[in-house]
Structures are given as C-alpha cells and as structure tokens.
C-alpha cells in the first residue's frame, strides 16, 4: 500500500503528519531557523500537497522525505490499537520536577509546620481551534488568577512526611506554632482538562531561621494538551523524596 498523508496538524513545538499506513511522523519547529522565530499564526498559514508543506510567507518548505527519515511512532490501522497507542502516549507525557539544594547540610526533621495555602492559582480551559485547512492549533494560555483553595495539597504534603518519620501539622499564615525544625510552604496552579489538573506545583523547605533549605517544582508536560492528568496524590510523593534526599 503507497503512504498517504491523512491530515497534517501543529501545535506550539512540531508539526505532525499521520499516514493511512498507521504512522505518525514529526519535525521540530526549532530545527528551522525561520520556523524557529515565527509566531504560532504563521506557522498555521501553511499547504500541502503529495510532496511536503509550504509556508509561503516564511520561505519554508518541508519534504515528506524528511519526515520519513526521522523515527516514528507506528499504529495499527483499528479502534482498539489507536486507543493503546493513546494510552501509551499520555502515560508518557509526565510533567517535569526540578528540585534543587541552596544548603549542603542533611539534616533529620523530626517535626515540620506546613503553612496551608490561602488560595491557589486557577487558568481557565481555553479550547483549542481548527483553521480551514483541518489544522488544530493549541491557543496559548491566558493568565493564572486568583481562586479559593484547590485540592488537599497540605494534606498530601503532610501524610508524605508522615511516611519518613516527621511529625506534621497543618496550620494557617500567621498562626502560632510550636518549636519545630522544618516549615514547609507551597504554592498550586491548577488548570481544567474533564477535571482539575495541577499545572504547577513548587514546595519550599524553610529553616526556622527563615533560611531557603531546598525547593522542588513540578511543570506539567510541555504539550499542556498531552499529560497523564496530574494531582498531589502523584506528584508530591516524589518532589518530598527529593527534597528529604531519600
């Protein structure tokens, strides 16, 4: 059977190009330099023929060659591989978590002080749209505003702890604690995708001096449309290993 090219599409770093032989081919947008520096609106304004896609107004064109010679994910041609395949694709699509140490001393916490959030930060769904030419663009985000408390974070935050060994207790900002030897802080944005997603989440390990110990950060995935719907319950497990260096 002689590769077709079903459709093409784009979002904010490739262009992708599935054929009726159940293959999906790509190319990064920051492999061409005119590409690379061109806008999301210009990259949408492009055609395709049998041979490759043209970007006119950028003086770019593309072969399918190109495509074909770059590995690419394969599927077969029926209902049930195509949901697999789905399946496998977003279980792959995990976020990022930096964690980075401003101390080099190890230290064994025996009791921490979690500051429960006022509020989370909350970006509304914005849907992405299709161009007359059957491409669907990923619409860059609006800003994250202001909303009531998301979630259970302080609650995961604290049966984590809890796990290796630190007693934990939950208080607001400004409430008066006892000793304690490690106070912890977070801040969550969320976003909507068929439920409340964590877009991000950074958690910061204070001495009771006031002293930065360490602080871990979760990014959802770099395609915000392809994740594997993150919460608390997955990710602050292994940002507190981390962060405790266990």
Known sequence: MKRKIVKVWIDNDAMYIPTNKGEIFNEWFADYPRLRSASLSQLADFEYDNIGICWKKLDEDLSYRG??????????????????FFIVLLSSCAGTINTVKHTGTQVDYKKAVIISAENSQYIKFKPGIFIPTG???????????????????????????????????I??????????????????????????????????????????????????????ELHNFPIPEKEVPKMIKELLNK
């Open 171 to 224: 208080v607001k900002k400004g409430e008066t604690v006892d000793e304690f030897d490690l106070l912890v802080e977070y801040y969550d944005t969320w976003r909507w995708d068929f439920k409340k997603i964590l877009d991000k989440l950074e958690i910061v390990f204070i001495s009771p001096n006031g002293e930065i110990i360490a602080k871990s950060t979760y990014n959802i995935y770099k395609n915000k």
């Open 67 to 84: 495509f074909f010679s770059k590995p690419m994910k394969r599927i077969k041609n029926s209902y049930f591989s195509y949901l697999c």
């Open 135 to 169: 491409t669907y663009i990923v619409l860059p985000d609006d800003a994250a505003k202001k909303h009531e408390v998301i979630g259970n974070t302080d609650e995961v935050i604290k049966l984590e702890l809890e796990k290796y060994g630190i007693q934990a207790k």
